[in-house]
């Protein structure tokens, strides 16, 4: 992939992380505070789960620290360090759920895979795309699900200042301050630039302000924005007898069940 896609940031899945965090931690606590650092959205939440770690397993900590492993490096594993908003979605579940929705296809000849996969995602778009059209919210229920849940979560907030679009607010049970920018739409919690969904702090001034929230929602969980999604059509391939099977297994990626064998005279198809 990183030959494939130099300029693309990579992150680890975190469940295949955890499987290989068993070799020096396999206690279900250690599990759930990896899932949790992966998780934190800011650096001091990072640094605070790194010092339990470091109090309650040495060995463990070193191993995450790695710090002469180039293959460990922060912004790999977890979302504070990360380049760019991770949108919570730390693992490979969707390349694994691809990969096992179009399973049966893979031993085909590659026009029948590639067609195969197309009539498998017209079926799921046309489905999808009935589904978009009943929505008569302006954003997705499941997005509209997520707000309710972070705005009805309990907190014990108390605005410290205003200073033109930004608040300071202070949580008084953590005793920690948090910064609302409005101006570039950000949150020193860090929730709303990794999710790009407004967090507790967002609607809290919300209310406190009597401000529509709705106008900061991302327009990409619009249900417009869903609905454009679905809009394209994927034409059956033109003329499948041109298409010609290749001549060799590139070197990269694994070699897995497949009709065309290393070595094979290039056929067509
Ligand atoms: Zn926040």
Redesign the pocket.
Known sequence: MRAIFPESPHFFCIQHFKQNMKQVAREKTFQNLLDSLARS?NPTDAEHLFDIIKVENMRLYDWLIGVNDENRRFEHWITAYAPCPRLDINTSNLAECFNNWIKKLRDKPITTLLDGIRAKIITLHDKNRNAAANIETNFCPRMLKTMARISNERNYLEILAIDGNTYE?VDRATSRT?V?RFDDLS??????YHTNI?????CFVCRYNNYNIEGLYDTRFSTANLRSVYEARMEPIPVPYQIQAPLVRGEIGEYQRCDVKPGDQRRTV
């Open positions: 959205y607010l948090y609302v949150c020193t919690c860090g929730r709303w407004p967090c507790i702090h967002v």
